[in-house]
């Protein structure tokens, strides 16, 4: 997808700090992190939101799911962590390309639910 910032993140054309690839998913560290440990974990597929997710394409979803284990095992996050999805403005989504927040390294204490 032409303009997108992490299409041209998995693509290797914008810098960043890879943590895992496999065939269907690319994972990098935020650049603003908001906990020790802070991972985007992205479909290679571009998808703008978890509201175009569907029966094609929900594979990559639990691609993503299956990354986010083993990224977690292999950074050492054993006591849990926390995955966000924002989506849309009012998710307050800011890059229009479907990626979960893995956030972990303490004890996280703001929760909404
Ligand atoms: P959103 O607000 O869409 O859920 O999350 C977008 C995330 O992308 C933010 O946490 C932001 O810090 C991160 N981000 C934005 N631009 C870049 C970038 O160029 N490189 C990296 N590594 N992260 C970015
Ligand atoms: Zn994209």
Do not use: W
């Amino acid at each position: 997808m032409d303009n997108c910032l992490f299409c041209k993140i998995i693509a290797g054309e914008i810098p960043s700090t890879k943590v895992y690839e496999d065939d269907d998913v690319f994972a990098f560290r935020d650049i603003n992190p908001q906990a020790p440990v802070h991972i985007l974990v992205v479909p290679k597929q571009h998808i703008c939101c978890a509201r175009a997710v569907n029966a094609e394409n929900s594979a990559c979803v639990a691609k993503c799911f299956e990354a986010i284990a083993k990224i977690a095992k292999a950074e050492g996050l054993d006591n849990g962590y926390r995955v966000i999805n924002n989506c849309g403005e009012d998710g307050g989504q800011t890059v229009m390309h479907l990626h979960f927040h893995l956030l972990g390294g303490l004890k996280l204490s703001e929760k909404m639910v």
